[in-house]
C-alpha cells in the first residue's frame, strides 16, 4: 500500500461493523402526549359591559317619570296600595296527628329516607305529633307505605 492509500484507508473495528442495536422506542403517557400537543386557543376576553356601550344617564328617565307623577291626581296614587288584596290571616289550626313509623326506609328511594328525616322519624316504632297542615299532609302522602297516621283531638 501506498502512502495516499494509507491516508485513504480507514480501518473499521469488530465493533462499528456489527448493526447498532437500537432502544426500542417508549411511548410517552397519554398525559404527556396531551401537553405536547399545542395549546388549545383561549376565546378572546369579552369586555366589560361599560366598554361595549357607552352608560346611559338615569337622570332624564328620573325627570320624565317625576312630570308623570305630577299629572295624575292624588287619589290615583294612592289606589293601587289600597287596591292590592291582602293576604288573608292564616288559619290557626290546633288539630295534631300523630305519625308513627311503621316500616324501615331501606330500599325505597333516597327522597322518601329524606321525607322521613324530615318528619322527625328514623326508626321503627318512633312516633312524632305535629301540627295537621297541608304541608305535613303531602309528607306524609310521599311516606304512607311506612307510616300510621291518627288524629289526635284538641
Known sequence: M????????VEVSPAD????KKAP?????????????APAKK??????????????KAAPKKAAAKQDDEK???VEKAAPAEAA???AATKKTTSMIKITQVKSGIGFQGRQ????????????GRTVT???????????NKVSHLVRVEKLEG
Open 2 to 9: 501506498t502512502a495516499e492509500e494509507k491516508k485513504d484507508h
Open 17 to 20: 461493523k456489527a448493526p447498532a
Open 25 to 37: 422506542a417508549k411511548k410517552a403517557p397519554a398525559k404527556k402526549a396531551a401537553e405536547k400537543k
Open 43 to 56: 376565546a378572546p376576553a369579552k369586555k366589560a359591559a361599560s366598554e361595549k356601550a357607552p352608560a346611559k
Open 72 to 74: 295624575k291626581p292624588a
Open 85 to 87: 288584596p291582602k293576604k
Open 113 to 124: 329516607k329524606k321525607v322521613l328525616a324530615g318528619l322527625g322519624l328514623g326508626k321503627i
Open 130 to 140: 305535629r301540627i295537621d297542615d297541608e304541608y305535613i299532609r303531602g309528607m306524609v
